[in-house]
């Protein structure tokens, strides 16, 4: 078993370990109380292979425990999943909390003379956590660091260090228009409350590409193409070490070419760290990309919180900083964050803050916490690497899900469209962001089946329905299409009869023109015929006539004949 595998197995063991002892197990406690003091007072109290039999113990005593209880009801309605909650979970909801911060604040309630008894923090927060907190930031041995050049103020919350960031940012340094409210390029996509910070502050939010929507990677091309065009003097919002809300991040030379953008366009980068060491599980490997803009002299606001590191969500202790060039410039800038802070608080509050310079400022407790945040990075990346497994190789889910095993930090994406997150949640009771990220801290194995089986039901029933969909889409075109055929060949065959009754009265106008021509013409021949009849009577007339009249004259000739020879005669 490599490094990075054993890690995540002890986080695991540890998850299981406070459910049990949540549930009363005797020896799951101890086993918390002797890891806890192991790491935070004595690390070589125990060694490697006794405390790895220790919490095999607890880890056996929990199983042992989990398959004694009944089998769940088959029919029962889907237990909820809600992956919107922030922070390490157990398998009871509650936030994680390492065995150092279990430590810290075990002494701390011990000891009466407690952070809880003493005067209310000044306006710019306890000295203590923000140097040792900006020390993680910038580094031991950085220049600004040693010198004592970083400015930096207490916050509450994370979102409360972004408000009073840009607010201080709508003022210093100046924008380019003066009296026109100063511009804020948010990466798409950007959590709402992040974006109101923003505009709350005076701020113009704009956005730039960030997400690739196909690919789940960065769109690399898009984030340059948009900052070329912002307008210079403007402030750029950048998650370090694991975006928010999706888990994806910028490698390293693409962080440096972008530090390179930023510089020639003028751009004031505010970056922020919300899970510093849980991304690679090296504080000082996630804190690079910052490290390397003020070695170049960039005008860096950073934003850093301890709450997924620590488990101190309650509390919630972040840090504005700023890396200046000089005492005066660092006086300058004190005074400004501190007039920021004051719209937002009189005093912040000291018990988280104490916790983080307690662990961090602890020669002991500070490699055994840096072992913690390896080990919870060590589950983070064995989640993903678990549920890329399932949809990719077990499920055969459709689509690449090669983003989820990229992503860094508490957070990734499943890129599902709102409709697929609403389906996952009615019908599996699966809940994540609307924009389809979700946070990876209360998953463990059984629950990253529920997930994927979740995931590649809603993703398969999306399927189904867009070819349900394109199937009846082709249905109605090809009823379209029959009924427009049906439509031509009825008109095709209303013009066939058009032509055909047209053919047939043509030829019965014919035959009757026909008819009509042979009546003329036998009525014709017949009026002919009666004249020539006419005029054959006429002749026979006139011949009988004639030959009357010959006779006639034939007879009155013989008649003078005789007269005459009687009348010789006598």
Request: proline residues 5%; charged residues 25%.
């Amino acid at each position: 078993m490599d490094a990075d595998t054993a890690n995540s197995a002890a986080m695991d063991t540890i998850l299981q370990a406070t459910k049990a002892a949540g549930k009363g197990n005797v020896i799951a406690g101890n086993a918390l109380a002797n890891l806890s003091t192991a790491a935070g007072m004595d690390l070589e109290g125990l060694e490697s292979g006794e405390r790895a039999g220790l919490l095999m113990e607890v880890l056996q005593q929990n199983q042992t425990q989990t398959q004694s209880q009944p089998p769940s009801d088959p029919d029962a309605p889907y237990p909820k999943l809600d992956l919107t909650l922030q922070g390490f979970r157990e398998d009871n909801g509650r936030i994680f909390i390492p065995p150092t911060v279990r430590y810290v604040e075990k002494t701390m309630r011990a000891d009466k003379e407690s952070v809880l008894a003493r005067d209310a923090l000044p306006i710019q927060g306890d000295e203590q956590f923000f140097k040792e907190g900006t020390r993680l930031i910038y580094g031991a041995e950085s220049t600004v660091w040693k010198r004592g050049l970083v400015s930096a103020v207490q916050a509450h919350t994370i979102t409360g260090a972004l408000r009073i960031a840009a607010s201080f940012l709508s003022r210093f340094p100046p924008g380019p228009i003066p009296g026109a409210p100063k511009a804020v390029y948010c990466p798409t996509p950007t959590t709402p409350e992040d974006e109101l910070a923003m505009k709350e502050s005076g701020l113009d939010v704009r956005r730039f590409r960030f997400l690739d929507q196909e690919s789940g990677a960065v769109d690399w091309a898009g984030i340059r193409e948009d900052l070329q065009e912002a307008t210079p003097r403007s402030v750029v919002l950048l998650y370090v070490s694991g975006t928010v809300p999706t888990g994806v991040e910028i490698n390293a030379s693409q962080w440096r070419i972008l530090t390179t953008l930023l510089a020639e366009r003028q751009l004031v980068p505010l970056c922020v760290l919300p899970f510093q060491g849980l991304s690679s599980g090296d504080v000082d490997r996630d804190a690079q990309p910052v490290k390397f803009m003020v070695h170049e002299g960039l005008p860096v606001v950073v934003v850093q919180s301890f709450d997924a590191g620590m488990g101190i969500y309650a509390d919630s202790p972040s840090i504005i900083s700023v890396a200046t060039q000089s005492t005066e410039t660092k006086d300058r800038v004190d005074s400004q964050l501190r007039a920021a802070a004051r719209a937002y608080h009189s005093h912040p509050a000291p018990w988280g803050a104490h916790i983080v310079w307690s662990i961090l400022s602890d020669s002991k407790l500070y490699p055994a916490w840096m072992n913690e945040i390896k080990a919870m990075s060590g589950r983070l990346r064995s989640v993903r690497e678990k549920l890329y497994d399932v949809l990719t190789n077990k499920l055969k889910t459709p689509g690449s899900w090669l983003h989820i095993k990229r992503s860094s930090g508490m957070l990734c994406t499943a890129l599902l469209p709102p409709s697929q997150v609403s389906s996952l949640a009615q019908s599996r009771n699966i809940h994540l962001n609307m924009d389809g990220s979700f946070s990876l801290g209360a998953l463990n194995a059984p629950r990253i089946e529920v997930l994927a089986k979740g995931i590649d039901y809603v993703v398969r029933q999306s399927i189904r329905e867009q070819e349900e969909a394109q199937a009846q889409a082709i249905a109605m075109e090809l009823a379209l299409a029959a009924a427009r055929e049906q439509a031509a060949k009825e008109e095709a065959e209303a013009a066939e009869r058009a032509a055909r009754d047209a053919e047939e009265k043509a030829r019965e106008e014919d035959t009757l023109l026909m008819e009509a021509s042979i009546a003329d013409a036998m009525e014709m021949q017949r009026r002919e015929e009666e004249e020539e009849k006419r005029r054959e009577e006429e002749r026979r007339e006139m011949d009988e006539a004639i030959r009357k009249a010959a006779e006639r004259a034939d007879m009155q000739r013989r008649a003078e004949e005789i007269l005459a020879s009687i009348g010789a005669m006598n």
